[in-house]
């Protein structure tokens, strides 16, 4: 059957919430077997309930080593966890920068190290990046610059894994309405406002959902899609298309 995950076991990151988890139920309602990995148990229970759940902070090195040590053999990667601290260069402190590099490079880097040999022929690994690290905008630079750090790696393990038929590709979202945005609004005089313009910067002047990206998670780390590998896809409803 096209699309269907039966015998495939998937580990996905950032599972117990918004993106990760949208992807780990629609991965689970098509056979896969699911690996879900973030810091809150109950939330990664509440995702999908038959799944080996882990409770790991992936910016913690010796503990995704450990982690890894016994993890069994995947068929594919959804690395979806990550934050954001707002900041320009000017107001970002230090600390704050190596947070955005841990939280979304070197997690991720840490993980396709330590699992690289349980990956099986065949597998797909996509990275969540952003559209803000294709196009800079204010206010987001360590995050931005880190997720550009993450549409590289994408494309170097491209390159180290093909021998083996493992692909690997980034996805650069535009604002989609998760736990992370609201985390974002909660600090805003206007939230319904920014809200409006969020959602206006795009040519289809409308937020992306998380079934916009489910479907191209689920494109990416399916057969479908097997000649893709090394790219950075945007899916930000045009926003990357036009200044
Ligand atoms: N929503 C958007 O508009 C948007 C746009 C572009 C890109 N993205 C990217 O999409 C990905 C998913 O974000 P989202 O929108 O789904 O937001 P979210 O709901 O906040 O999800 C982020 C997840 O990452 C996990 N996480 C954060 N730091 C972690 C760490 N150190 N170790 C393990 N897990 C960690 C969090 O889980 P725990 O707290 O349980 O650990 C959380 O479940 C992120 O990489 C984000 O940068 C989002």
Redesign the pocket.
Known sequence: MSGTFAGRRILI??????????TARLLRSRGAEMVL????LE??QETVEEAFHVA????DDEAVAHFAADCPTLDGLFL?????IPGSVASTPISAFDAMI???LR?PWSLAHHLDSHLNPGASVVL?????ALRAIPDSAA?SVA?AGLHMLAKVLALEWAPRQIRCNAI??????????D?RLATSADPGGDLVRLAAVNPLQRL?TEADITALAAFLLGDESGWLTGTVIPIDGGADAVY
């Open positions: 990151t950032g599972a117990g919430s918004g993106l990760g988890r949208a990995v973030g810091r809150r939330a990664l790991l902070d992936h910016t979806s966890a990550g934050s954001l841990a939280a979304n997690g969540v990046g952003s559209n803000i995050y997720k650069a979202p535009g604002p989609v309405h998760t736990p992370m945005v985390a992306g």
